[in-house]
């Protein structure tokens, strides 16, 4: 797992891996569960419309590391970074799993039309889960930037509870205007918002069980 991007976010990740796994009664004892390798970044926050090349250099020295470790199948615990999906998988030979087609597999087993996805301006802007036959409602300029700003804050510790309520304010306002569902696009926005109840998408959650099937597809498990 590539993580620290941000830390919070991973532990969010591990944990609710770990649960499922207990809930699908694939586990009879220890050493049925994966073998997990957490290679934990202090890599920029991807927050901003213009990332650096520098700034994907973590990112790519993170995967580099884990690729030499001879792991199955590495899971990028960030979303932005998917972005770079391409990039990225060309300079390693281990798989990545590749959230964005994960997410729209998801998207379809819900027979979702109609969503908002709340990140990163770049995630946003750059039409990371645009996907065809799906009305995407956008946040605006100035609303990106409070996302922008509360994943920042939030990350340090700073003014969570201020910090959710300003992103939860966004999501009902796009799910009043036709948004079937809200996309939390950005993995900070799933640990923000995990206790909160309206329709949504954790992309965490899509990983945990994008992982779960590729973890024990080679054994029948699933």
């Known amino acids: 797992m590539l993580g ?35 290679n934990s970044i202090p890599a920029p926050e991807l927050i901003h419309e213009t990332i650096l090349p520098e700034e994907l250099e973590h990112y790519r020295a993170g995967l580099l590391e884990l690729d030499k470790l001879g792991v ?3 899971v990028m615990v ?11 998988q060309s300079a390693i030979s ?4 590749d959230l964005r087609k994960e997410l729209l597999f998801d998207l379809h087993l819900r027979n979702i039309k109609s969503t908002t996805v709340i990140g990163t301006p770049s995630t946003i802007k750059e039409g ?6 799906i009305r995407n409602l956008h946040p605006t300029t100035k609303e990106m930037q409070s996302l922008s700003r509360a994943i920042f804050l939030f990350n340090k510790g700073i003014e969570k509870t201020q910090q959710r309520a300003a992103v939860r304010a966004i999501c009902e306002k796009y799910l009043g205007r036709g948004a079937d569902t809200i996309i939390l696009g950005c993995t900070e926005f799933a640990a923000m918002l995990e206790d909160d109840h309206f329709s949504k998408i954790s992309t965490i959650d899509v990983l945990v069980d994008a992982t779960i099937r590729r973890s024990y597809r080679r054994v029948g498990g699933i």
């Open 4 to 38: 620290g991007i941000g830390p919070e976010a991973t532990g969010l990740y591990y944990n609710k891996l770990i649960r499922q796994l207990q809930r699908s009664g694939m586990i009879s004892s220890n050493r049925d569960f994966p073998h997990i390798l957490i």
């Open 72 to 74: 199955e199948f590495i």
């Open 78 to 88: 960030c979303n932005t970074i998917h972005l770079y999906y391409d990039y990225l």
């Open 94 to 97: 281990t798989p990545i799993l």
């Open 128 to 133: 990371l889960y645009d996907f065809p036959g």
